[in-house]
Nanobody, 125 residues
């Protein structure tokens, strides 16, 4: 499975950005996808998860109500619509895919076998 993230950039506080992640290769093995982020000097943290079918979106408390994760089945892509951006949302954002089943959602890095490259989101005043 190969993942290609895109859509990062510079945005003002309160603004919006839309990230996308295109999956290719052995996508039949994917059961869910997620977004993680890592700010300078901090550990990578979970942002959002969605099942491969596009159901069961799940968010970290820090982005709930502001970010929306979605799937485009026809294009094998996952999107993250980020609204009302804050300074603390500044980070490199990574998309990831998991083959794991059996739980409602997956929020730890260890649960994901496939990772895309990071796309940088910078929120400024």
């Amino acid at each position: 499975v190969q993942l290609q993230a895109s859509g990062g950039g510079l945005v003002q506080v309160g603004g919006s950005l839309r990230l996308s992640c295109a999956a290719s290769g052995s996508i039949f093995s994917i059961n869910g996808m997620g977004w993680f982020r890592q700010a300078p000097g901090k550990e990578r943290e979970f942002v959002a998860y969605i099942s491969w079918s596009g159901r069961r979106p799940y968010y970290s408390d820090s982005v709930k109500g502001r970010f929306t994760i979605s799937r485009d089945g026809a294009k094998n892509t996952m999107n993250l619509q980020m609204n009302s951006l804050k300074f603390e949302d500044t980070a490199a954002y990574y998309c990831a895919a998991t083959s794991l089943t059996g739980t409602y959602y997956h929020t730890t890095s260890q649960e994901y076998a496939y990772w895309g490259q990071g796309t940088l989101v910078t929120v400024s005043s």
